[in-house]
């Protein structure tokens, strides 16, 4: 871990009551997620009606009640067809960040299609406007054991953190990947370099049973969710929270595709605006940038 601390950093530790938690949006369409892959070639994506700015729009507003800020990582693919999105986004002082340019795992990609991929994004995004730009996320957290040349790559575009560890490989107690983190938060590993990593959540007591974000937010009792973010914010940890503009999106088309993935892409999306309010009301949450 580093040493140097950040304001959010120095407000969890003087008031672990207090916690300061991380509040990241993953901007994409429901008809691109991976679940749908399979359903809706890439070749398709532009027969299909735009409904991100369904859910965006009502989270850019209830983010503004609370005051509060978030990272939004973007698909470079979306944001130049919509860039008047991106605009809006910096106009209300939110962090950007990359989510790849058009959804691909990055255990599905060479190395050189990843550079290519998130520097086609970064440019696009810089082109935009997002004069500092620093955080990535890869789709479906995707960078894995056999993936981890993508955090080198990630430095050497510059950027400065990487969201996409999924809790599957958190904490890490075996090789290659061995730390005693403890808890979720922000840490390094000595091959990651120059970058900062910030880990999907896992449940306290529950190593690798990812909570507070996506299909899993919707899926548990506010209650677990509430109790996992109290436990690990009464140890001063942090909680980073996911969340997608179409799971505020209750009304949109449905796919007929097999259960496992109706259930995971629909599941308790009609709750999930009042769901996600509550947990504005009772934690508070800042930017990844806020955390560096
Ligand atoms: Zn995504």
Known sequence: MTEEKNSATRRNDQNSNSVTNILSVDIEDYYQVEGFKKKIAFSEWEKYESRFHLGLEWLLHILDSHKTKATFFILGWIAERHPQWISEILRKGHEIGVHGW?????????????????????ELLKGLGVDDLRGHRAPSFSITPGTRWAWEIIDECGLKYDASLSARYFPAKNAPWVCSNP??????FNETKGIDLFPQAYLPLFDHIPFAGGGYFRLYPYKLTHWGMKR????????????????FDPDQPQFKVNLPRRFKHYVNLETNREKFAQLLQDF???PCRDFL
Not at 102 to 120: G, N, Q, V, Y
Not at 183 to 188: D, S, V
């Open 284 to 286: 508070k949450f800042a």
């Open 183 to 188: 808890g979720p938060q922000r840490f390094k």
């Open 102 to 122: 058009r959804h691909r795992r990055i255990d599905a990609l060479t190395p050189d299609e990843f550079r290519a991929d998130i520097m086609r994004t970064i």
């Open 232 to 247: 690990w914010n009464s140890r001063g940890v942090p909680v980073m929270v996911y969340v997608h503009p179409w799971e």
